[in-house]
């Protein structure tokens, strides 16, 4: 491929020109400024200078102040539970005003309250959450281990069916974690 024998074509504007409707030749491209908290104008009066000064275009950069430094303040973030490759959960937090992707693995879960004693026909609502202290609401299956004395929904409220005690698992993928209710007459 033959080498560009012409420089590009670069309009310069004088006198009463400088503040018409102006048309860009072939080459001629807007101003740039690589620093992100400068303004640029067109409106300055110099833009043959600019063009003269290799920028190429019909519009000159002037430097008309500072853009206020509005920094992200790293507060949006949004967090979830994402599986890893190992089959394992993790929480995912990503914060879009940084940019920063961080990944936990749960590698516990605790089950509260511990202990309850709860009435025939009451019922308790139970709480799981990982070692981090993030309650977690979806992916947790429950069981009772004795299903006459006291039963457990997929939302984790456990109603007590009659008096004696029943152990209600948690699990998590493969974690688990146990409570015991005590059901009274």
């Avoid at 001629?28 to 003269?52: L, M, N, Q």
């Avoid at 429950?142 to 948690?170: N, Y």
């Amino acid at each position: 491929m033959a080498g560009r024998t012409n420089p590009p074509k670069t309009t310069v504007l004088t006198g009463d020109t400088l503040d018409a409707p102006q048309s860009t030749s072939p080459g001629d491209a807007p101003a740039d400024t690589y620093d992100k908290k400068e303004r640029v104008s067109s409106a300055a009066p110099d833009k043959a200078a600019a063009a003269a000064d290799g920028h190429q275009t019909v519009n000159a950069v002037e430097v008309v102040g500072t853009v206020p430094d509005n920094a992200p303040t790293g507060t949006r973030t949004e967090t979830y539970i994402a599986p890893r490759p190992d089959g394992k959960s993790a929480w995912v937090s990503h914060n879009y005003d940084t940019g920063v992707t961080s990944a936990t693995p749960i590698t516990a879960i605790d089950v509260t309250p511990a202990t309850s004693s709860v009435a025939v026909a009451g019922t308790r609502t139970l709480t799981v959450k990982d070692q981090a202290g993030h309650t977690l609401t979806q992916g947790v299956t429950f069981a009772s281990s004795d299903p006459t004395k006291a039963t457990v929904d997929t939302a984790g409220v456990v109603t007590a069916v009659t008096a004696g005690t029943a152990t209600i698992t948690a699990k998590f993928g493969d974690l688990s974690d146990t409570m015991t209710v005590t059901v009274t007459a």
